[in-house]
Structures are given as structure tokens and as C-alpha cells.
């Protein structure tokens, strides 16, 4: 079976500040995908990033950016110059090989960004 | 497209009263899900479909049942309505493989009284 940890349940920080996001998994599996999704006060699921097992290349999009690291089981998001917009909850997810139909999710981190 | 849509957005019910959750996706995706996202626990599976004809149960399967006729649609009923199904319920879809994103619903709200 899958886990995935998020120990931050809320977070709050001062616009502009950095912030990173913790996700701790577990799986019997060497071959599985991670993801993250964001939920904005609005409610709806946001797909922000996937990656596989076997790719710990790090990644950088605008002013979001994700480590993935096998030795530690952890794939952290960390958002850069933090904005008002990026105030949602955060979700670290997992998938097994054989099919993106079961995503194992973790409870979520609530990020508040304070003007 | 419209990607994948839920219906109702609200909904409440007395408990034991009976409803179906509709979602229904216009991408073409093979498999299907119902989550429900209960505060503090994130999100859980209750079924899943992989095809047509084709469903399975997840983490909290008990209270809901589900058929899939059409690639189409998935729904979700509840049976008997208890107050511990008062949650937000998410359906999804996505391609084959596991390296694929779920895309998700709106979501759906619904309250038992």
C-alpha cells in the first residue's frame, strides 16, 4: 500500500517570502509517480506537476519548484516570492505503475499568503 | 470541452433518502474515480473504473455503489443517505497509464441531515 505524509497542516507566510511544502511517501513499488495538486478556496483540484520514479531531475516552473528525492522518500514544492493567489491547500499525491485511476493523497497543507 | 463535469454542485438529503451523483467526461479517458474529501483527511477513493462494464472498489467503498455503461459516464449512488456521508465528492478521469494526471470535477457538496 501507498502513503504519502504532508506534516505541515497550515502554513502561513508574508507575501514575497519563500515557503516549501514537505511530502514524505512510502511504496513498495520502483515504479511509481508523484504529483502534486492545488485546491484554491474555490474549491476545485488543480493538477500542478507530475514526476516518475525513476527522473530525480529537480524542476522549475516560474516560481514554483520541486525536489524529488529517492534517498529520502520526499518530493517538496517550494513556491518563490510567494503571492496572494498562491493561498490554497497543497496536495501531495501517488500513483502505481499499472494505473492512474488510484491516487493516494496526502491530508494537505493550507498555505496563506499574508499581504 | 467542457473536461470532466459533476452534477448537482449542492445537494443536501434527509438521512436513508437516496441520490445519484453524476459525472460524466468528454476526453475520451479510460479510467474513472470518485474521491471524497472529508476535512483534515485529504482526499479518499471510494470506486474506480478502468472501462466500460468495468468498476472496482477503492478505500471507502461502503454506502456507494457504481456502474459504467458509457466511457462517458460514471455515477455515484448512495443508497441510503447517512450523516456520515456529508462530504464534498470529487469524480476524475484520466488516461491509461499511471503516469498520467487525474483531471477532476468541481466537485459536489453534499449534506445529510
Known amino acids: 500500500a501507498q502513503k504519502v505524509t504532508q506534516a505541515q497542516t497550515e502554513i502561513s507566510v508574508v507575501e514575497k517570502e519563500d515557503v516549501t511544502l514537505d511530502c514524505v511517501y512510502e511504496t513498495r513499488d520502483t515504479t511509481y509517480y508523484l504529483f502534486w495538486y492545488k485546491q484554491p478556496p474555490s474549491g476545485e483540484l488543480v493538477f500542478l506537476i507530475r514526476?516518475?520514479?525513476?527522473?530525480?531531475q529537480n524542476e522549475i516552473s516560474g516560481r514554483y519548484s520541486w525536489n524529488f528525492q529517492k534517498s529520502t522518500s520526499s518530493f517538496n514544492f517550494t513556491i518563490t516570492a510567494s503571492q496572494v493567489v498562491d493561498s490554497a491547500v497543497y496536495f501531495c499525491a501517488t500513483s502505481i505503475r499499472a494505473g492512474s485511476y488510484q491516487l493516494t493523497f496526502g491530508k494537505g497543507t493550507k498555505l496563506s499568503v499574508i499581504p | 470541452n467542457a473536461g470532466v463535469t459533476q452534477t448537482p454542485k449542492f445537494q443536501v438529503l434527509k438521512t436513508g433518502q437516496s441520490m445519484t451523483l453524476q459525472c460524466a467526461q468528454d476526453?475520451?479517458?479510460?479510467?474513472m474515480s470518485w474521491y471524497r474529501q472529508d476535512p483534515g483527511m485529504g482526499l479518499r477513493l471510494i470506486h474506480y473504473s478502468v472501462g466500460a462494464g468495468i468498476t472496482d472498489q477503492g478505500e471507502v467503498p461502503n454506502g456507494y455503489n457504481v456502474s459504467r455503461s458509457t466511457t462517458e459516464d460514471f455515477p455515484l449512488r448512495l443508497l441510503s443517505a447517512a450523516p456520515s456521508q456529508t462530504s464534498v465528492y470529487f469524480c476524475a478521469s484520466s488516461r491509461g497509464q499511471g503516469d498520467q494526471p487525474q483531471h477532476f470535477g468541481d466537485g459536489t457538496r453534499l449534506s445529510i441531515l
Open positions: 514526476r516518475n520514479s525513476f527522473d530525480e
Open positions: 476526453m475520451n479517458h479510460e479510467y
